[in-house]
Every structure is written in C-alpha cells, then in structure tokens.
C-alpha cells in the first residue's frame, strides 16, 4: 500500500509539472512582429537588461504583456530588432517567463519626448553568480561577458546606451561572496561601462525579495547593494521588501515584476535623466 501511494504520489507531481510548463507559456506570443521602419539612431534610447532569473523572468506572461508598442523595441535570437512583447528573454526557453522589461520601458515612455523610442536587450541568464560574469564563463550555454558585449555592439549600431538594469545576488548568498561584493560589483560594473564606451554609464540595480527561505543571508546582501549606490554615484538601488513571490520563495511573481520595472524607470528618471534628453 505505502508503494502505491509513492508511485501516484510521483505520477501526480509529473502530470502538475507537465501541466504548469504548458500553462506558463499559454499567453506567449505566436509571431514576430519586426518595425515598419527603424527610427534614426539619435532618437533610440538603449537599456541592456542583465543578471539572473529575477532580470530573466520567470513570471507568468499575461495577453496585456504581449501588446507591442511601436515605440519599444528588442531584439530576437538572430539580433534582429523587432516590436517588444513579453517574455524578452530567449536564453532558457523551458524557464523563461515574464520579466520586468516592457514595464519598465512603458513607465519610461510617459516621461520622455514622443520623439524617442526604446531599445531592451535581453543578457540576464538564471541561476548565474557573480563569479560567472566576471570570468565570463559559459553558463547554461552561454558566456555572460561575451554574449553582454556582443548585445551591446550590436545595439550601439541603433541607438544610444542609457544604463543597465542589473538584477543579482540569489546565487551569491555565502559569507565569502557577500562580503566581497563591493569589490565584484566594482570590477564588473567597470567592465560594462567600458563596453560601452561610458565611464559615467548609469546603472539601477534591484534589490533581492523579502520572502527568502534564509532572509538573515538575503538582508546582508541587499545591505551591500545599497552600500555600493551610496558609493557609485551612477549607480542606483531600487527596493523590493514588499513585492511577493511567485510561491518558490525565490522568484518575483508577475504583479512584482510589472512594478519592479515601474520603479527602475522612476529611479533612473529622477536620478539620470538631464534637461538636455
């Protein structure tokens, strides 16, 4: 009898597995949709999305993530430009899901001139570390540095960087990596910026979620990244204690990933934006 009950326990967790996969991705987009015409260099606004699965996105895509915005812009596996629809990010098509990217470039679009558009480059990969970026080792099939500077070429050729939005940290929570954050934010958010040929390039990190299974560990870190913005001044952090989980007590849900990316526009206009753009 105990037997049994194991193997319908197992038969019931892979038919709820199977299930959710199909469901996750029920409300992805069917086609591609590329511009009628791609708008003159001056007048596109660039943001290179990077980090891991929180930057990646793994909420659920809703049909009002996927209408497109003639004014927002992203780029396919093949780095074409096409029209924007949720999810942005290619890299794990088994995991992927909603991220906060078209939030954030609809929030944006409110605050500035009719004239500009926005680019959104997709780099983050889940489950990355710190250590991964900085030596530029493939993870999950990709090499985070060289893939990050190969985006950023290939955006460079439509429009102007503006910042990075920069979501990492769940993969570094030990003692050793939390107390050298500093000092691994600095190398790395160096290598960005000279990437992309600013010194001064802003970049809006997100704070790590409230609802962590070690929340001692995840205060620390998020500690670090507000101690970093204090001391980088274009750099910037944005809160997330209050945004909830998707039930994983790892990862935002949808309503935490559309808000998350309102307040990284906010942050990036109030602190970054000049009378001059």
């Known amino acids: 009898m105990y037997k049994n009950n194991i193997i319908i326990f197992f038969i019931f967790v892979s038919i709820s597995s199977v299930s959710w996969s199909q469901n996750r991705q029920a409300n992805f987009p069917q086609e591609e949709l590329k511009p009628v015409t791609i708008p003159d260099k001056d007048n596109v606004w660039v943001f290179m999305m990077a980090g891991q699965s929180n930057m990646a996105g793994r909420g659920f895509v809703e049909p009002g993530d996927t209408i497109p915005d003639n004014r927002i812009l992203t780029i396919n596996m093949a780095n074409e430009v096409i029209l924007a629809k949720e999810p942005l990010h290619f890299y794990e098509p088994k995991m992927t899901g909603l991220d906060c990217g078209m939030s954030f470039a609809r929030e944006l679009l409110a605050y500035i001139p009719d004239s500009i558009s926005i680019l ?11 250590l991964k970026w900085l030596s530029d080792a493939p993870h999950r099939g990709v090499p985070l540095l060289s893939n990050f500077k190969e985006k950023v070429e290939i955006a460079q050729k439509y429009g102007e960087i503006k910042g990075v939005l920069w979501h990492q940290g769940e993969s570094d929570i030990k003692a050793d990596r939390i107390k050298k954050r500093k000092e691994h934010l600095d190398s790395l958010f160096t290598q960005f910026r000279t990437m992309a040929g600013n010194k001064e390039l802003p970049i809006v990190m997100g704070k790590l979620g409230n609802y962590s299974k070690d929340p001692k560990n995840w205060k620390k870190m998020n500690a670090r990244i507000q101690r970093y913005a204090r001391k980088d001044k274009y750099a910037v952090a944005v809160n997330s204690n209050d945004l909830a989980d998707r039930g ?5 849900n949808s309503e935490g990933q559309r808000e998350l990316g309102k307040r990284y526009a906010n942050i990036f206009l109030n602190k970054f934006r000049t009378h001059e753009d």
């Open 248 to 252: 994983d007590k790892l990862h935002f």
């Open 120 to 130: 959104m480059v997709p780099t983050a990969v889940g489950g990355s570390s710190i």
